[in-house]
């Protein structure tokens, strides 16, 4: 249950970004009103971003059994000296809004919400790519300085920003059931599969879902796909567990990914009912199932000569350790 601080706080901050997006919509405005139609763009954009940051916070209240309270919003202002007088105007702005989710993660602490705590965590890394997003176009305008053509050329580049429409950030997935497995902590799980010395595991199925399972115990080994729910903050450099250096994220199956989403095939003992019986498990007893599906040496056994870093990568251990451990 969600306490009345909470909500109170989350609810004030669903329309400060209502706010946030009426603000950025008014720079858009502005930028209009002197022909800079990237900037513009790159305004709405922004606008069209914050609209979604307040229509996270009302959906989170809404699934946690809160009073939802829209409120008025104020005027936001019109003018701005100059184009970097308004990307400052919003910089000022952003870093004033990672100090208001700093409270807010201070108090969902204090209050014992685990689940707004997690939940903030989003808006916490959003807001450091805010501030640097913001940043990087004041410095250029810097740069700048008086020069019409580097204004028009700047113009131009913040006109092809993605709106949130064509780039979709907000994926639903349903678990399609549950991982029980003998590891309750990452510190000593197997690293793969190949890896795990045959160890244990039950793959709990939803019941509804039942008839998608008709056959599949024709097969020794399957791939589960599934949703790492104790994966720690994204890392796009990491130090895998089998190397002690550095790899960008996606060249590694580390945890610490953009979407922590993971494969194991694991062998298939036998089917009962909802249940799945299966060996070779390197997976966090408790895991999110997010699908099934056969593993066929014919598609999946394929021939590859190089495997980039781990060649020299050497003899390392085969379970995890504390490194990627929230
Ligand atoms: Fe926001
Ligand atoms: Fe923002």
Not at 2 to 28: C, D, H
Request: aromatic share 10%; net charge negative; hydrophobic share 40%.
């Amino acid at each position: 249950m969600i306490g009345k601080k909470v909500t109170a706080a989350l609810n004030l901050q669903m329309n400060r970004e209502f706010y946030n997006a009426r603000l950025y919509l008014s720079m858009a405005a502005y930028f209009h009103s002197i022909n800079l139609e990237g900037m513009a763009h790159w305004m709405e954009a922004q606008s069209h971003e914050e609209t979604g940051h307040a229509l996270r916070l009302y959906k989170h209240l809404q699934e946690r059994g809160a009073r939802i309270l829209l409120a008025a919003i104020e005027t936001p202002p019109t003018n701005w000296d100059n184009p970097l007088a308004a990307f400052e105007a919003a910089y000022e702005h952003e870093c004033k809004v990672t100090r208001e989710f700093d409270e807010h993660v201070d108090l969902a602490r204090a209050e014992k919400d685990n689940a707004t705590l997690n939940f903030l965590q989003w808006f916490v890394n959003e807001q450091v790519e805010e501030e640097a997003s913001v940043d990087a176009v004041i410095r250029k305008l810097k740069l700048i300085g008086e020069h019409p053509s580097g204004l028009f050329m700047l113009d131009r580049a913040l006109g092809e920003r993605k709106v949130g429409a064509d780039w979709p950030m907000n994926l639903e997935l349903n678990p399609i059931g549950i991982v029980h497995s003998p590891f309750k902590e990452a510190t000593g799980t197997p690293i793969q599969a190949s890896m795990a010395g045959g160890a244990p595991g039950m793959v709990e199925v939803v019941p509804a879902l039942a008839d998608g399972l008709k056959d599949l115990d024709g097969f020794d080994r399957i791939w589960l796909l599934y949703w790492f729910d104790r994966a720690t903050t994204l890392k796009l450099i990491v130090t895998p567990y089998m190397d002690d250096q550095y790899h960008g994220i996606f060249a590694t199956r580390a945890p610490a990914r953009p979407n922590p989403i993971w494969i194991s095939a694991v062998r298939l003992l036998r089917v009962e009912c909802c249940t799945l019986h299966v060996a070779d498990v390197d997976i966090l007893d408790g895991t999110p199932l997010l699908d099934i599906k056969p593993y066929v040496p014919q598609f999946d056994h394929l021939p590859a000569e190089r495997t980039g870093w781990l060649q020299q990568a050497g003899n390392r251990p085969r379970t995890a350790d504390r490194r990627f451990e929230t």
